[in-house]
């Protein structure tokens, strides 16, 4: 149990483009998503957490304009990138909580902003 | 801020070898996740600690979350090719359980 899926898992887009990656909790429902951002030989770096139903709350430093994410059920958080630019070129993890202790990540999705 | 301490940054040993990767913090903290990445992968959860001085096994792995609350290890026995990755603690805090990952640490298999 406790699988997570993200889509796609490799995106290229054009620099001004919005792009959006879906995470969803297969088997369980998630009370919290996560999203995170991961730079080469780095540790995760979190973006932002949301619930179902609720605004997101970003980390400090994190575009909400930028980042739009979005918690429309219990198993389905998206994360939008908008106006992409080849800075915003990462590796993009999701991760779903059920009990609100242990984290639970998806394979990550391959962003390139050409 | 809180912190976890995982060092080296990475290592090396021959296949069979048992390794012991150790994390620590200034912090006290009531759980303790341990995860792995691979290559282009997400972090995959390897084992979980939630009481002092617990010790918790899945498989080849073994895992103790210290007794003062500040550290914890996790054994890997009789090592294989496919325990490369890289080896991540990670504590959850907050309201929200944010996790405080460690820097992890980078585990090379040689056959």
């Known amino acids: 149990g406790a699988v997570v899926s993200q889509h796609p898992s490799r995106v290229i887009c054009k620099s001004g483009t919005s792009v959006k990656i879906e995470c969803r909790s297969l088997?369980?429902?998630?009370?919290?998503m996560f999203w995170y951002r991961q730079f080469p030989k780095k540790s995760l770096m979190l973006m932002a957490t949301?619930?179902?139903?609720?605004?997101?709350?970003?980390e400090q430093g994190v575009e909400k304009d930028k980042f739009l994410i979005n918690h429309a059920s219990l198993t389905l958080s998206t994360l939008t990138v908008t106006s992409a630019h080849p800075e915003d070129s990462s590796f993009y993890i999701c991760?779903?909580?059920?009990?609100?202790?242990?984290?639970?990540f998806g394979p990550g999705t391959r962003l390139t902003v050409t | 801020g809180q912190q976890l301490n995982q060092s080296p940054q990475s290592m090396f040993i021959q296949e069979g070898e048992d390794v012991s990767m150790n994390c620590t913090s200034s912090s006290i903290f009531n759980t303790w996740l341990w995860y792995k990445q691979d290559p282009g992968e997400g972090p995959v959860l390897l084992i979980a600690l939630y009481k002092a001085g617990e010790l918790t096994s899945n498989g080849r792995l073994t895992a103790q979350f210290g007794i003062t609350r500040k550290d914890s290890f996790l054994n890997i026995s009789a090592s294989i090719p496919s325990d490369v990755g890289i080896y991540f603690c990670a504590c959850p805090t907050g309201a929200n359980s944010k996790l405080t990952f460690g820097k992890g640490i980078t585990l090379s298999v040689r056959p």
């Open positions: 088997d369980f429902q998630a009370t919290t």
């Open positions: 991760s779903a909580s059920r009990t609100g202790v242990e984290q639970y």
């Open positions: 949301s619930n179902e139903g609720s605004k997101a709350t970003y």
